[in-house]
């Protein structure tokens, strides 16, 4: 099976996120594209601002500074002390698979060498683009991708933040096929995982993130068994969900919720 993993290189939660998966499937996977959101700088900052609030998007900036600082350091160091590693690119380094960033992946030249490459699986784990039909079509098994929810319930983003926002009991992780609509396709594998009362947003991800390691392991061990079963994702019976706004961020706080 060679596999082609889509992904973002944020150090706070992606390289705890795929670092078991490497683990598992480093012999699989032929490369990791860096795909980050198409927005500029400041549009990102802006809405992160709005999500967070003054006091949490400064803490979080601290936290995100001090990963990129220590992922300047060698890389052993780091993780004799802390114990992981503060970048997927740093990450990808010690299991020997190429790293690229992409900044447009429907880029004609990038999909053409992707077809050179032929790869078995396309695999999306929080890739910041939508991918077109033309790459999407290229694997011979199809292209996955593994989604921070129960789907169809949560489509779209920070489903961390809306989960808590609609006081959920719990959620989990769906793997689902891909097509040029966000979170649509089939459903391959659904696994769950419970929200206690006093969970907090960064509580929910690294729950979100140890069951999207053990469904991304699974993925490939099994997408290649003719025998894997699909259910439809019945999008109409869900709702899409953006980046919260500043609105949605106070109404978060009066229901009792916090992000750390």
């Given at each position: ?151 169809p319930k949560y489509r779209g983003l920070s489903t961390a933040f809306w989960v808590l ?70 999008i109409e019976e869900g709702e899409y969900y953006s980046r919260p706004t500043s609105s ?13």
């Amino acid at each position: 099976m060679n596999v082609l993993l889509f992904t973002h290189d944020g150090p706070i939660y992606m390289p705890r996120y795929l670092e078991p998966v490497l683990e598992e499937q480093a012999d699989c996977i032929d490369e990791i594209i860096l795909a980050p959101m198409q927005k500029s700088f400041l549009e990102d900052l802006s809405e992160k601002y709005e999500m967070f609030g003054p006091v949490a998007f400064v803490r979080y900036g601290l936290i995100y500074a001090k990963g990129k600082t220590l992922d300047l350091l060698p890389a052993s160091t780091v993780y004799q002390y802390a114990g992981r590693y503060y970048s997927v690119k740093t990450l990808a380094a010690e299991y020997d698979i190429p790293v690229r960033k992409v900044e447009n992946v429907n880029d004609e030249a990038f999909v053409e060498s992707v077809r050179e490459t032929d790869p078995d699986l396309l695999l999306s784990i929080a890739c910041g683009q939508r991918i077109g039909a033309e790459l999407l079509n290229i694997p011979d098994y199809g292209a996955v991708n593994i989604h921070g929810s129960l789907l169809p319930k949560y489509r779209g983003l920070s489903t961390a933040f809306w989960v808590l926002y609609h006081d959920e009991d719990e959620s989990g992780v769906t793997a689902h096929y891909m097509t040029p609509e966000f979170d649509d396709g089939d459903i391959l594998i659904q696994r769950k995982y419970s929200i206690e009362s006093d969970d907090t947003m960064d509580d929910v991800y690294l729950k979100l993130i140890e069951t999207g390691a053990d469904v991304a392991i699974s993925i490939i061990d099994q997408i290649g068994q003719e025998s894997i079963a699909t259910t439809p994702n019945n999008i109409e019976e869900g709702e899409y969900y953006s980046r919260p706004t500043s609105s949605d961020r106070k109404e978060f706080f009066r229901r009792g919720n916090e992000f750390r």
